[in-house]
């Protein structure tokens, strides 16, 4: 399943942005500023940490904890991954190369509402 933003440009003109793929080729996003393949990839070496964090937390302690773990994994996987729509959703806002750009990338789409 693709997560996707959509936005309205003009009335009646609306686009998507993939956000999936963004997240998972986070270098695509170099292109609107820098670091931004390091950003998202250490926040998901984070987000994999607190998961296994909890699994090892289960298994010495107390059997559930590897719960709060997961959902706090899954949690800050779909904010990376809206994130970094966001962040191309406001490039593609703020210029028309930055538009085009995402386009020729293949992460924007025309919609038909």
């Known amino acids: 399943m693709t997560r996707a ?10 686009f998507a942005i993939d956000a999936e793929i963004l997240h998972k080729q986070p270098e695509m996003l170099n292109v609107f500023g820098r670091y931004m393949h ?4 250490i926040l998901d070496a984070l ?3 607190i998961c296994l ?4 937390a289960s298994l010495a302690y107390v059997w559930w904890m590897f719960l709060p773990g997961v959902a706090i994994c899954a949690m800050m996987l779909a904010v990376n991954r809206k994130a970094a729509g966001e962040i191309a959703l406001r490039a593609a806002r703020k210029s028309a190369d930055n538009f085009r750009k995402l386009h ?5 789409w025309l919609v038909f509402a």
């Open 104 to 108: 020729e990338m293949g992460c924007l």
């Open 53 to 56: 964090a909890g699994v090892l």
């Open 47 to 49: 987000a994999y940490f």
């Open 5 to 14: 933003i959509v936005y309205e440009q003009a009335p009646g003109q609306r």
């Open 38 to 41: 390091a950003r998202f990839r």
